[in-house]
Every structure is written in structure tokens, then in C-alpha cells.
């Protein structure tokens, strides 16, 4: 793919913008159509480098084109005509916002991102809750893509770190949550509020020590030791009242072991966020430490402190499977295959084969049925082990 430089000036706050941005390399940043909401956004961007596609770049060029025959035509110099850019007003279109979750989600990591840098503010609270929509209509609409698509992000890509673990812890407590028939539809609100924001006091570290090739210095260690007392400060600063939100963003690591029955709510809350915060940290690498196993980040998360069954994490199991979609597995016939879709059996996802029994990567990849030999599961692999290039949109028209 050639792609051609976008000026700063043409990227433009709450206008629907009419290309896909990516970076240098070619790699999606966000979609035609998403939305740039607010100058840390966009200065976010701006900072990365922003290109286009040069065969989508039409209006760009288009716009670029006119204003060139317009300063000629007026006779400017020719230092101005070399260093013209177009005018993010010409550039504008009105296209609709995104709704295939290929798209969308990058957005939604952006938006993330942005808003867990920028508290305390007065409108974190609305932004939130709009954020937290949006991502609960893409579970609603595409649970399995949206695991797909946030598990291969988190493996292939440590930009953004803090932001893509919190939206798959999430999803992955939302469909847990529901799983848990004692609970009322109005705690998972609470609950998708706190996955957000529970490391929101120390969301630029965590982005850092995803790339660091160090252990954390003493200074961070004491900023990751307080950032959930820090956290909740920062939340009820910005306005935020719900209790179980609260609670849950300060109990996060320090829960209890037990049936949830006999916690109170806010911890109940927090027991689970705290089994799904080790089950996809475990699924994602860092500088210095391997991403685990699907089966190996399942355990992790299934077993308590006193290597017993946990309430939340068997939750955690029933609703993602032992394979979740976007991790890797090994089927009977010696195929590898990435998991496309949770089946009925935990043991039973529908994958796709990527690579042969030989070790080579498939011309073309096949659907598999794990539900008969030769491709039943045999186990899964980490993803160290596997050295071929998803394609996330293709793979998603698969499942």
C-alpha cells in the first residue's frame, strides 16, 4: 500500500472525516467516517504521523489540486504553491460514522485513550458513559468480532496498551457478567464504567512499562502499588458518584477469595474485574514477557489464590470459552488455526487454519470444523509461536 502525508490542518475536531488515517507503514489508525472528538485526540495523532491510502485520497487530492490552480491564478510566489496544503474545509465530506466493527473499535481505543489522559475533567463523566455505549453496542452486535478483534490488537500491537486492556477487560466482564443470574442489569453499567477506568490514574505508565525493557523503578512501583486509591480520586473529582463504580475501581486488586454470593456488591464487582484483568493481561505480551497460552491465561484466571475454582473466573470461562476468538490453537490434523468464534463447547470454536502441519503458512486459509477429527482442538499455542500476518478485516468476514 502507498500512502501519501495528510497536514495537520486538515484533521478537524467533531467532523466525520472522509478517509481512513493511517500511520507511516500503512497500519489503520481510524476508519473513514470516525469522529476526532477532542485537540488531545487530534494532537495525538498529529504526533504519530498521519497518512492516507493513495487510492482513497481523492478528496484530498482533489482539494489539494484546486487550491494550487487558485494561488496560481492569483499569481502567489512560488515558495507559497510549494508549501500549500489543502483546506480541511474542501477536504470534509459528510460520510456516516463506521458501524463494521473493524472499524469501529480502533476508534473506540483511540477515543479511550485520549479521555483516560484527560482527568480530572468536567465532561469525563459524559464522555465516559457515551464510550461505554458504544462499546456495549458492539458486544450487543459482534461479541465475537469485537473479541477478535481487541485480542489480535492487544498481541500485535503495544501502541495504546492501557486503552485496549481496559475495553477487553470490558467485554470480557460484560459477557461474564451475564452469566451471573444474581446479579441486576444495572450493576454491569457499574461494571463496564470500572473496566474503563481502572487504571486511569496510571494510564500513560502502563502504556510505558508495555514497551519497557526494565522492571519498573521504584517511582513507578509506588505509582502502580497506589493507582486505585489514585484512581477513584481522580474519578470522584471528575464527578463520578456511582458507588459500585467506585468500589469496584478501588477493590480491583484487592479482593477476596469465595463464592461471590457472600461479598457485597461493589466487591463482587471488583472480583471479577480483577479475574479478567489477569485472564487478558495473560493473553497479551509485553517487553521482557511472553503472552501465555489461551489455556494457561484460562487457568490463571480460573483458579483463586488457594488453587481453587473461583466464582468469577468459572464465569469468565462459561462466557469466552477456554479458546477465545483471536488466540491460536492446535488442531488434531497438526494444522494451527486462529479462533474466529466461540462455539457451543468451550472446546468446540470455529477457527480458521493459517498455518500447515508442515509449519507453513496456508495459501489460503480454510474454515475448520472443530467438531469432528481431524481438526478438534488438540490444545492451544501462545502466540510467540506463530509468525504469520493476520489479516483482522478478512478474518472477521470468516466468522
Not at 486492556?165 to 470480557?172: I, M, P
Not at 464504567?193 to 519498573?216: E, F, G, R, S
Request: one cysteine or more.
Amino acid at each position: 500500500m502507498k500512502v501519501i502525508a495528510l497536514p495537520a490542518n486538515a484533521i478537524r475536531l467533531g467532523v466525520p472525516i472522509p478517509v481512513s488515517l493511517r500511520d507511516e507503514s500503512g497500519r489503520l489508525l481510524l476508519a473513514r467516517g470516525s469522529i476526532v472528538e477532542t485537540e488531545s485526540a487530534r494532537q495525538q495523532l498529529i504526533a504519530r504521523g498521519v497518512f492516507v491510502d493513495e487510492a482513497e485520497s481523492e478528496p484530498f487530492t482533489r482539494a489539494l489540486a484546486g487550491k494550487l490552480d487558485s494561488m496560481v491564478r492569483g499569481n502567489a510566489l512560488l515558495g507559497e504553491i510549494a508549501n500549500a496544503t489543502a483546506d480541511g474545509a474542501v477536504f470534509y465530506g459528510t460520510p456516516e460514522r463506521p458501524r463494521n466493527p473493524e472499524a469501529v473499535w480502533p476508534d473506540l481505543v483511540l477515543r479511550a485513550s485520549s479521555l483516560l489522559r484527560d482527568v480530572p475533567s468536567s465532561e469525563f463523566s459524559s464522555r465516559l458513559l457515551k464510550l461505554q455505549d458504544d462499546v456495549l453496542e458492539q458486544i450487543e452486535r459482534h461479541a465475537d468480532i469485537s473479541l477478535l478483534i481487541l485480542v489480535q490488537h492487544s498481541i500485535t500491537d503495544a501502541r495504546d496498551y492501557s486503552a485496549k486492556h481496559s475495553l477487553l477487560v470490558a467485554v470480557v466482564c460484560e459477557l461474564a457478567a451475564r452469566h451471573l443470574s444474581h446479579w441486576p442489569e444495572g450493576c454491569r453499567l457499574s461494571l463496564r464504567c470500572a473496566a474503563i477506568t481502572m487504571n486511569v490514574a496510571m494510564t500513560a505508565l502502563q502504556d510505558q512499562l508495555a514497551t519497557q525493557h526494565v522492571a519498573p523503578n521504584p517511582k513507578q512501583r509506588e505509582q502502580i502499588e497506589t493507582h486505585a486509591a489514585r484512581g477513584v480520586a481522580l474519578l470522584t473529582e471528575s464527578g463520578v458518584s456511582d458507588k459500585l463504580w467506585l468500589e469496584a475501581v478501588a477493590l480491583h486488586h484487592d479482593t477476596p477469595s469465595g463464592p461471590l454470593t457472600t461479598m457485597p456488591p461493589g466487591t463482587q464487582l471488583a472480583r471479577l474485574l480483577q479475574r479478567a484483568d489477569i485472564f487478558t493481561a495473560r493473553l497479551s505480551p509485553r517487553e521482557g514477557r511472553k503472552a501465555l497460552s489461551a489455556t494457561a491465561a484460562a487457568q490463571a484466571a480460573y483458579l483463586d489464590e488457594n488453587e481453587q475454582a473461583d466464582d468469577a473466573g468459572a464465569a469468565i470461562i462459561k462466557a469466552v470459552g477456554l479458546y477465545p476468538p483471536g488466540t491460536y490453537v492446535r488442531l488434531g490434523n497438526g494444522e494451527v488455526a486462529l479462533v474466529l468464534r466461540r462455539g457451543r463447547r468451550a472446546n468446540e470454536p470455529k477457527v480458521v487454519s493459517i498455518i500447515g502441519r508442515e509449519g507453513l503458512p496456508l495459501g489460503a486459509p480454510a474454515v475448520r470444523d472443530t467438531r469432528v477429527a481431524p481438526f478438534n482442538v488438540t490444545g492451544s499455542v501462545p502466540p510467540h509461536e506463530v509468525k504469520v500476518r493476520i489479516n483482522i478485516e478478512r478474518m472477521t468476514r470468516l466468522v
